[in-house]
């Protein structure tokens, strides 16, 4: 069975950048990092853009399929039509 870091990366990352954010936050709320609050905002949605960023970078390959699938030779795909299976009434 695999792991949860395997099966759902982005919820892990995802919240390994929310932790880092809330830890920047609490630390100044609890006055251990000296921030105005304009300051906090700056720094708080520096991490949220970049750390988005890395998580969309670090995570894309795991969820993302990277090559395209190969069939067997020998295999028929047959395509469903668009139209819907039923009509609104």
């Known amino acids: 069975m695999a792991s ?28 251990l990092l000296h921030f105005d609050s304009a300051t906090e905002a700056a720094i708080g949605g520096a991490i949220d853009l970049i750390g988005t960023a890395v998580l969309v970078v670090w995570t894309r390959g795991a969820v993302t399929p990277v090559a395209d699938p190969v069939l067997p030779a020998d295999s028929i795909v047959t395509v469903e039509s668009d139209e819907p299976k039923h009509r609104a009434e």
């Open 4 to 31: 949860l870091a395997t099966r759902e990366p982005l919820l892990i990352r995802g919240a390994i950048v929310a932790a880092v954010t809330a830890l920047v936050h609490v630390g100044v709320v609890l006055g």
